[in-house]
């Protein structure tokens, strides 16, 4: 069983949304905090967003904030990236993971990914 699956990938045009989901495992998502990463062709892994279990406290990366917002359903095992104004550059593939221990920020903290929901952006 893959104990994360993101959906909600596609292709829209610069200035459009998307909304994104992650469907976890309960022993992947129950009392963790969860984020999104976001990977472009030759680029490096990029924290997106976080969110946690407990009182969900949010996290953005810098060019993110005012256009992503996150968010989760413990009752679906749910969590969601809403994105607003797309921008070319953020084409990349969006990573679903499940929170470890350590910084937020860092891809090093978390120890379930999913498999990646492809994100495509024309100008």
């Known amino acids: 069983q893959v104990p994360l699956v993101e959906s909600g990938g596609g292709l829209v045009q610069a200035g459009g949304s998307l909304t994104l989901s992650c469907a976890a495992s309960?022993?992947?998502?129950?009392?963790?905090?969860m984020a999104w990463f976001r990977q472009a062709p030759g680029k490096e892994r990029e924290f997106v967003a976080a969110?946690?279990?407990?009182?969900?406290?949010?996290y953005y990366g810098d060019s993110m904030k005012g256009r992503f917002t996150i968010s989760r359903d413990n009752a679906k095992n749910t969590v969601y990236l809403q994105m607003n104004n797309l921008k070319p550059e953020e084409t990349a593939v969006y990573y679903c993971?499940?929170?470890?221990?350590?910084?937020?920020?860092?891809?090093?903290?978390?120890?379930?990914w999913g498999r990646g929901t492809q994100v495509t952006v024309s100008s």
């Open positions: 969110i946690t279990w407990r009182y969900g406290s949010l």
């Open positions: 993971a499940s929170h470890s221990s350590g910084g937020y920020y860092s891809g090093a903290a978390y120890d379930y």
């Open positions: 309960g022993r992947t998502f129950s009392s963790r905090d």
